[in-house]
């Protein structure tokens, strides 16, 4: 019942012409019918252009952060009206780079992700763990600590049109994946926490698998009961690779 999700974090990858034959690539492999849904987040600054090229494929267009606030003095930003006005129709926030190199705290990150999904965005909330606090076997409280500034802030109804990502840190750009086993220990530990507020929602909120997912492990973490998909970052620059996590997902 729910239905698969892959998106592609390109991260500050890309130039115009390496995304115009990236895109072109995946619009040429895609299925004409898939029965995921599929959605890359380019840089800020390509948005548009990638919006464009995508136009009436299907395959949907993602930010990889917003602005908390809805207009006015602050330098560097874009807000969620913004993210809409150009074609997106995801954000991704609580990356953990934006959470470790940017220090973005729980708070800011539930108020993004409240601008987001007031402003008709499906944001992609990030939670997870560092490596240190898997070691002190801390996986559990902090996902839920991260999830929880969320659900305070806007609430368990905003959960219908959201999606959650697992990403525990130390399985980013490593090439250390989590087993699917430890992947699905948390992915049922997310879904419970919702639950506690509506059993519902929680059942139809999609969560995702991030972190060294590539074309040779996708279909086993997939398989995994409580893992709806996936938010690629480094496979996500390789048509051919993202094709073949994409049809991973499709297979489940
Ligand atoms: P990775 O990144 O697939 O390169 O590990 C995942 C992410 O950061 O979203």
């Keep these: 019942m729910r239905r698969p999700f892959v998106a592609g974090n390109w ?3 890309g130039t115009r012409a390496e995304n115009a034959v990236l895109i072109e690539a995946l ?5 004409a019918q898939p029965s995921v849904d599929i959605a890359v987040c380019p840089p800020f600054v390509y948005l548009w252009e990638v919006a ?3 136009k009436g494929s299907g395959l949907g267009v993602g930010a990889q952060s917003v602005c908390a606030e809805p207009v006015g003095a602050f ?3 874009a807000s969620a009206t913004m993210l809409k006005d150009v074609g997106c129709q995801y954000v991704i926030v609580g990356h953990s780079e934006r959470r470790g190199i940017f220090k ?6 539930a108020r993004k992700f409240l601008a987001a999904h007031s402003h008709g965005l499906i944001p992609i909330l990030c939670v997870g763990e560092t490596l240190e606090e898997r070691e002190r076997g801390q996986m559990a409280e902090v996902v839920s600590r991260q999830l929880r500034a969320v ?8 959960m219908r049109t959201a999606v959650v990502a697992y990403e525990p840190v130390w399985a980013i750009g490593t090439g250390k994946n989590a087993s699917p086993a430890q992947a699905q220990e948390a992915h049922a530990h997310i879904r419970a926490e919702v639950a506690a507020r509506d059993a519902k929602i929680a059942a139809a909120l999609r969560v995702l698998y991030g972190g060294s997912v ?5 279909r086993e973490i997939f398989a995994m009961p409580d893992v709806d998909g996936g938010l690629i970052g480094g496979a996500s ?8 996590i994409c049809a991973a997902a499709q297979a489940h």
């Design 11 to 13: 991260k500050m990858h």
């Design 27 to 31: 619009l040429l492999g895609l299925p």
């Design 52 to 54: 464009r090229l995508v």
């Design 75 to 77: 330098t560097g930003e």
């Design 104 to 109: 973005e705290t729980d708070a800011l990150v």
């Design 151 to 158: 659900l305070d802030v806007a609430g368990v109804e905003a």
């Design 214 to 218: 590539k074309a040779t492990n996708a």
């Design 237 to 244: 620059l390789k048509a051919d690779e993202f094709l073949k």
